[in-house]
């Protein structure tokens, strides 16, 4: 009588994400590294200690790698943001003010992390896929503050324009990864945060 057992899940299943997230992690480190023009087939395959031809078996080709490479990072470094704003509590201040403790510490911000995201936003001019992906994330993330600068307003009975005040607060944090990846002994990740909790300070009356 033929088998009618239900297999289970294939190990090389398995395998395959594993390897996929080590390529994506290769790729990452690259990024970081040389940057995303120059990042190459083979340094990614050195980076993960696989064959050139690797790549191409669960990936398109290095472009698709190094486009889920940044939706990678994006993904750890708005869930590090998240978690920092769910666990400060109900205060939209709070959680403000969370939000940019999360932007400039460990786990989201690393010197990767931000390389990667730095690629994203220089090259996302001359790439409309880098530039749509640039877009959903960060017009996302835009709102979200915006909700919680309305909500911080009511709460400290100050009257601003949330929009302008959100889109200063994500532009203010980007602009300092920028300045940090740059010039990191003068615009510190200490004094970026510090510089980023003076301007919730000064908008909603605290100082």
């Known amino acids: 009588m033929e088998s009618t057992s239900i297999r289970g899940p294939r190990p090389s299943t398995r ?4 390897r996929k997230r080590d390529l994506i992690n ?11 023009n120059d990042v190459t087939v083979q340094a990614i395959c050195n980076a993960a200690g696989f064959s050139r031809g ?8 290095k472009d698709a790698l190094l486009f889920e490479a940044v939706k990678a990072v994006a993904a750890e ?15 939209p201040l709070g959680r403000l003010h969370a939000v940019v403790h999360a932007s400039f510490n460990p786990p989201g911000f690393t010197e990767e992390n931000v390389s990667v995201w730095v690629s994203l936003a220089g090259n996302a001019r001359w790439s409309e896929e880098l530039a749509s992906l640039y877009r959903e994330l960060w017009r996302g993330y835009r709102k979200a503050i915006e909700r919680l600068m309305e909500s ?6 100050v009257d601003i324009d ?3 005040a959100a ?17 990191p002994d003068e615009v510190t990740r200490e004094r970026a945060e510090a510089a980023c909790h ?4 000064t908008l909603f009356g605290k100082l």
Do not use: N
């Open 15 to 18: 395998i395959s994400e594993v």
């Open 26 to 36: 290769a790729a990452i480190a690259s990024i970081s590294d040389v940057g995303y």
């Open 54 to 61: 690797l790549i191409g078996h669960y990936f398109k080709g």
């Open 77 to 91: 470094l708005g869930g590090s943001t998240r978690k920092a704003a769910s666990a400060a509590g109900a205060d």
């Open 152 to 157: 911080a307003a009511r709460a400290c009975q």
């Open 162 to 164: 949330a929009a302008t």
């Open 167 to 183: 889109l200063t607060y994500t532009q203010l944090i980007e602009g300092l990864w920028i300045g940090w990846a740059a010039d």
């Open 198 to 201: 003076c301007y919730l300070d």
